[in-house]
């Protein structure tokens, strides 16, 4: 299995901007995981998926900030319009059930 | 609440030096536990796991035994490498429902030095 799969891997945009980022979990799994990452905050979970369902959007940061789950194999999580604060790596991870999670590479935001 | 508290960084060994990475958690029923290694510029793996009361998991010679007795999952391994250098987070789920939502301690930065 290629693992979760991330793009872009890197994203530098102006202010204001929309951003759009994708992922494609592991094939089976039920989960979907989006997370954030920065120096001062740590990981913080933002939202998740169960069966393309979303959950738990306590984490999502205010309502610049949303996501989708349109079928089991992709999702995105889109920032409009983003803002300097909103830079950091964005994580999207997948799992099955009460087992581990497999994290993506990550998606490095700049908002400049 | 359930949460997870592991020892501050950075820790600083030379090569080949004995490595302990205290993890304790809080948590209602019976978590799973878990230790993740982030490399640097790369996502989170897994490392290891242990699912049970007793469990030993282990994986590219680390160790973790989870001990209910005291709320601990402790990282150990015999003999550090500077390609282990990198952060390790200690987390735990299942206690809430049947989803498998991951609480992350704060994660501990290694830096093993030739």
């Known amino acids: 299995d290629a693992g979760v799969i991330q793009s872009p891997r890197h994203e530098v945009t102006e202010m204001g901007q929309e951003v759009t980022l994708r992922c494609k979990p592991i094939?089976?799994?039920?989960?979907l995981f989006w997370y954030r990452q920065t120096m001062m905050r740590g990981l913080e979970l933002l939202i998740y998926f169960n069966n393309n369902v979303p959950i738990d959007d306590s984490g999502m940061p205010e309502d610049r900030f949303s996501a989708k789950m349109p079928n089991a194999s992709f999702s995105t999580l889109k920032i409009q319009p983003s803002e300097p604060r909103d830079s950091a790596v964005y994580f999207c991870a997948s799992g099955q059930g009460r087992h581990e999670q497999y994290f993506g590479p990550g998606t490095r935001l700049t908002v400049t | 609440g359930n949460s997870v508290t592991q020892m501050e960084g950075p820790v600083t060994l030379s090569e080949e030096a004995f490595l302990t990475i205290n993890c304790t958690y809080t948590a209602t029923g019976y978590p799973s536990l878990f230790w993740y290694v982030q490399y640097p510029g790369e996502g989170l793996q897994l490392l290891l796991k242990?699912?049970?009361?007793?469990d030993k998991g282990s994986n590219k010679g680390f160790e973790a035994t989870y001990r209910k007795e005291t709320t601990s999952f402790h990282l150990e391994k015999g003999s550090v490498q500077v390609s282990d250098s990198a952060v390790y987070f200690c987390?735990?789920?299942?206690?809430?429902?049947?989803?498998?939502?991951?609480?992350f301690g704060a994660g501990t930065r290694l830096a093993v030095h030739p």
């Open positions: 987390a735990l789920a299942g206690v809430s429902g049947g989803y498998n939502k991951l609480i």
């Open positions: 094939s089976g799994h039920d989960y």
């Open positions: 242990a699912t049970k009361a007793d």
